[in-house]
């Protein structure tokens, strides 16, 4: 009813809906609103600066908002009784510094949350590590530190670690900013064949070409503000002077 | 003569916590010294005074300063050194503190950068003028925090020396407790005096410490 | 005359050293275990989210880490004593020794905790961690290897300070030693030998820690990355 009455389609797994946010004086976000259906990819991009990675942080409460409402998978974001574990069972996040756990080697990464969280047998943990590492390219490398491994490698592995936990969503945090241009590309390739999977994914990103092969929205984002919002081809031709510019500046 | 504690008593105390700072001054200075020249032999160019020195250390850190103070008090004696509780007290402390500042002050020499060492090298000046004037002055800076913190150490380590009768804090506290035996109450009122000589120097070190690695993180190269 | 040294009346002393030197180890071996805990836990404590207990962490530590062992020992011995509990001078001199050395070792493990960038926490909370299970499985181990060097350096000092426990008559290695050189009048060479001990002791520490390192970090084994 809801989604009628607001005109989205329906059933979107991730709901921002006027979210303001600051860091004591300074506006972050200015009435931030987006919906992200099920099974659909939204890029986020925009300047650094104009609040695009703080409204992906909110969406896995490691922002908390000072006003507005958000909804994901049927939790209440916002709501101060939030279950955050339940929440983040639900939700994936990959950040810009992949952030593998040195100690441990990358299956133990992997396994770690699905035995400690959802008390998954440790045989079974260990298939499911092969399983999703197999699913980023990386089957042989179970046995190794992270060390051991390049930028591009131990970020398709923290995607696995974060498969592992099977989140109805996943977020990508500028995930290949730290990379060198010629391992993107193997990091890209990772994500495009999950969204063909059909997996929900909201993208910070910078990578204009790629947000234009594979968002079903881009969401641009300009001083704390959704300043245009619309399919991939709206970067083909922006209509705003601000986007116009910042595609522009960007290819 | 059990009584109740009185000012004679806290006069007896004060004294103690005076010989306290006197004695950790001695060990400072004394220390001190024999450190700066255990840090200069441990960065020898010559291989038999780093081994010799390197052994000195290693021989102290791994003896307690307890033992030590028994050895020189009691040690000495028979074979016909007579010693003084102060002297022994003195002597043992500055043994002991040398080995841990030679330790520290090393650490501070060796990390100063080592293009500071080439660029001295660079200007043909002898080994001498390029750790007097190049190296030491910045080893200083570096060598201030922990150092300080190491006063706390030697604060706390001069209470060994009531074990060899030399009348300092801990051991005022004894003999007061000897004839009041009250032993809580006076060993807390001797705690809070080494708390009150310990904690300004704890701080300091703290405090110096934050602003070195200020000043080390704006002076690093790019 | 004065200057002959006769080590013969102290060596053939050895068995009484020797239990002197378990004593030793087995009160830094349990100040060492406990206290080392004990430490980790009000590390723990300096970081909660609750005033109350930081400040609580903050005075242990710098209540211990600014008076003499000796005191304490003092303190514990007749303290307990005063509240009419009768313990045997060993189990004072272990408790004494554990509330000691947990308050350096709060500060060196708290150094490891703040080392840990943040990041490694927020994807360890993403992944839906409880706090507990971040600290156990994702914060402590790295930090405590970055401060192993530091806690092992504390253990040795800690087993070294232990020979103040004989100024309330535990019967370790040093008081011992007071026995031996009252009852040969040797006490030069019975403090040499036993200093000697002391040294062999530290070394021995120093290479169990550094083999349970081993066992503790296998990512520093396989890799060879040095401590």
Redesign the interface.
Same mark, same amino acid.
């Given at each position: 009813m809801l989604n009628q009455a607001t005109g989205t389609p329906p059933d979107p797994v991730v709901t921002l809906r006027d979210v303001h946010k600051s860091f004591g004086p300074l506006k972050v976000l200015e009435g931030v609103s987006f919906e992200v259906p099920r099974g659909t990819v939204t890029a986020i991009i925009g300047r650094s600066g104009s609040g695009k990675s703080t409204a992906l942080r909110c969406i896995d409460r490691f922002e908390t908002i000072d006003r507005g409402e958000i909804r994901v998978c049927g939790h209440r974001v916002d709501a101060p009784g939030l279950d955050l574990r339940r929440l983040r069972q639900d939700v994936g996040i990959v950040f810009q510094s992949y952030n593998l756990f040195p100690h441990l080697t990358i299956e133990q990464n992997i396994t770690l949350a699905p035995t400690a969280v959802k008390g998954m047998p440790r045989a079974e943990a260990r298939a499911l590590a092969a399983e999703v590492l197999a699913q980023v390219g990386l089957g042989d490398k179970l046995q190794a530190y992270p060390e051991q491994l390049s930028g591009g490698q131990q970020q398709r592995a923290a995607i696995a670690r974060s498969l592992a936990m099977r989140p109805k969503v996943m977020l990508f945090d500028e995930v290949t900013s730290a990379l060198d241009p010629e391992l993107t590309g193997e990091v890209l390739k990772v994500i495009e064949v999950l969204a063909a999977s059909g997996m929900t994914m909201v993208m910070v990103t910078h990578e204009m070409g790629f947000a234009r092969g594979i968002a079903d929205e881009v969401v641009f984002m300009h001083r704390g503000r959704v300043h245009e919002r619309g399919p991939a081809a709206m970067l083909e031709a922006p209509t705003t002077p601000e986007l116009r510019q910042f595609v522009g500046s960007g290819l | 003569m059990n009584g109740s504690l009185n000012a004679n008593h806290l006069l007896f105390l004060g004294q103690g916590a005076l010989w306290t700072v006197g004695l950790s001054l001695i060990a400072l200075i004394g220390g001190g010294a024999v450190g700066f020249l255990v840090a200069l032999c441990r960065v020898s160019g010559v291989r038999a005074v780093r081994v010799a020195s390197s052994a000195y250390v290693?021989?102290i850190?791994?003896?307690?300063?307890?033992?030590?103070m @028994?050895?020189t008090f009691?040690?000495?004696?028979?074979?016909?050194f007579s010693v003084s509780p102060l002297a022994a007290a003195g002597a043992s402390l500055t043994i002991y503190v040398g080995a841990y500042l030679g330790e520290i002050w090393r650490g501070a020499i060796q990390s100063v950068p080592r293009p500071q060492w080439e660029a001295a090298e660079g200007l043909a000046l002898s080994r001498t003028q390029r750790m007097a004037k190049v190296i030491l002055p910045q080893a200083v800076r570096i060598a201030t925090p922990p150092t300080v913190g190491f006063m706390?150490q030697i604060v706390?380590?001069t209470?060994?020396a009531?074990?060899v009768g030399f009348v300092e804090l801990?051991r005022a506290?004894q003999i007061i407790n000897n004839s009041l035996f009250e032993? @809580?109450l006076i $060993?807390?009122i001797?705690?809070v005096v $080494?708390?009150a000589l310990? @904690?300004p120097l704890?701080r300091l070190s703290q405090r110096l410490e934050r602003r070195g690695a200020r000043g080390r993180t704006t002076l690093m190269p790019a | 005359m004065? =200057?002959t *040294?006769d080590f013969s009346a102290v060596l053939e002393r050895w068995p009484s050293f020797l239990d002197g030197a378990l004593l030793t180890l087995e009160l830094a071996g349990i100040a060492t275990v406990v206290g080392g805990a004990l430490g980790g836990v009000a590390a723990i404590g300096r970081r909660s989210r609750h005033a109350a207990l930081r400040r609580l962490c903050e005075v242990y530590v710098?209540?211990i880490?600014? &008076?003499? *062992? *000796? %005191?304490?020992i003092? *303190?514990v +011995?007749?303290?307990l /004593?005063?509240l009419g509990f009768k313990f045997s001078a060993v189990t004072v001199a272990a408790l004494a020794l554990t509330i000691n050395v947990g308050a350096y070792t709060t500060e060196i493990v708290r150094a490891g905790l703040d080392a840990i960038p943040r990041g490694q926490i927020e994807a360890a909370e993403g992944l839906a961690l409880s706090r507990a299970q971040i600290y156990r499985h994702v914060v402590l181990l790295p930090a405590i290897e970055r401060v192993y060097p530091a806690l092992t350096s504390q253990f040795v000092l800690l087993m070294? /300070?232990s020979?103040?426990t !004989?100024?309330i008559s535990a019967e370790e290695l040093?008081a011992v /030693?007071?026995y031996i050189?009252s009852d040969t +009048?040797?006490?030069?060479? &019975? +403090?040499?030998v %036993?200093?000697l001990v +002391? %040294?062999? =002791? !530290?070394?021995l520490m120093r290479a169990g820690f550094w083999t349970l390192g081993l066992v503790l970090f296998p990512r520093r084994r396989r890799l060879g990355t040095p401590l």
């Open positions: - | 290693q021989l850190q791994g003896t307690p300063l307890l033992v030590i @028994f050895l009691f040690g000495l004696p028979p074979l016909g706390v706390k380590n209470s060994l009531s074990v801990a506290g032993p @809580f $060993y807390a001797v705690a $080494y708390f310990c @904690f704890s | 004065a =200057l *040294l710098e209540a880490r600014n &008076t003499p *062992l *000796l %005191v304490q003092f *303190l +011995y007749f303290g /004593a005063s070294l /300070a020979s103040v !004989s100024q040093t /030693a007071n050189q +009048y040797r006490a030069f060479e &019975t +403090y040499i %036993v200093a +002391y %040294v062999a =002791l !530290s070394f």
